[in-house]
């Protein structure tokens, strides 16, 4: 069984950064691909970055330059660094990691933690 749990979120001001990080439980590979989303309020979920085994990472135009994914694979750790944030990225991020399957990779997705920026 595979358990993904995010935590860092909290409410700070435009301008502030927050570090969050997601731990996933289960017998898995430091390997696998691992990827952080968020969602709005009535709004869909979105990408936000993406990185995979080989440490190579990908982001969406709206957070690049702003926010690093990194990855502890001792820890089976994800990191999503956020700086100079703005109203806009007040959201529930998610944590996703993928196994590859036969029959394609299978998402975990964890609980999400809220994240804030207001004045």
């Known amino acids: 069984q595979v358990q993904l749990v995010e935590s860092g979120g909290g409410l700070v001001q435009p301008g502030g950064s927050l570090r969050l990080s997601c731990v996933a439980f289960?017998?898995?590979?430091?390997?696998?691909?691992m990827a952080w989303y968020r969602q709005g309020l009535g709004q869909q979920r979105e990408f936000v970055a993406h990185i995979t085994s080989s440490t190579s990472t990908n982001y969406a135009d709206s957070v690049k330059g702003r926010f690093t994914i990194s990855r502890d694979g001792g820890k089976n750790t994800v990191y999503l660094q956020m700086n100079n944030l703005k109203p806009e990225d007040t959201a529930v991020y998610y944590c996703?990691?993928?196994?590859?399957?036969?029959?394609?990779?299978?998402?975990?997705w964890g609980q999400g933690t809220q994240v804030t920026i207001s004045s």
């Open positions: 996703r990691l993928d196994v590859p399957t036969e029959n394609g990779p299978l998402s975990y």
């Open positions: 289960g017998r898995l590979s430091n390997t696998y691909p």
